[in-house]
């Protein structure tokens, strides 16, 4: 996403080298980074890993205004509910500016979810969390990368959400 916005990732860039100067990130710069935080869920929101969650209910339960039967098949599109227009001006455009403090806490609960929610919560958020900012902080200030190809890529509901073809890139050193 970086490689096809340059005003973010010069933005991106800009907080780093304030923060940073000519040392890399270590996981003690990562709360006084808010910028990467935005990229990472803005990227998370358009293109979440699990694009759909499943349940199936063990006993009949009211979900809203529904009476779901036990043993009915739910399936929850958190790809679709990411990129609804009820809660994501421009639900397609790459905006990590969107996730301002106010804006996150006005959000209804499930509006944004890439990790799930509740007692099945992903255990694993914080250390994947820690881990992209720590790579993308790296990759940010010491490559320059390229997309070789236009638009958005092409997308395949595999086990994950990933992309159809392979997403080339010209990389360089900075
Ligand atoms: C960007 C990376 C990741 C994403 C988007 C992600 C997403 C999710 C989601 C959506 C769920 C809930 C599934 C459901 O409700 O049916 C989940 C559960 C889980 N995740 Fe992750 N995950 C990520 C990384 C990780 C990592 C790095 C670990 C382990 C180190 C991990 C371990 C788990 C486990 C064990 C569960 C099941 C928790 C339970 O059922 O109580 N995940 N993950």
Known sequence: MLGRNPAELERLRGELDAELGDRRATMADLSDLPYIDRVLKET????????????????DVRVGPYR???????????????????????????????WRDDFESELPEYAYFPFGGGPRHCIGMRFATTELKLVLATMARELAFEPTYDGDPDLTMAATLRPEDPLEMRVERR
């Open 44 to 59: 998370l929101r358009l293109y979440p890993p699990a694009y759909v969650i499943f349940r199936e209910p063990t006993e």
């Open 68 to 98: 779901v039967r036990e043993g009915t098949n739910l399936t929850l599109p958190v790809f679709e509910i990411h990129r609804d227009e009820r809660f994501y001006d421009d639900p397609d455009e790459f905006r990590p500016e969107r």
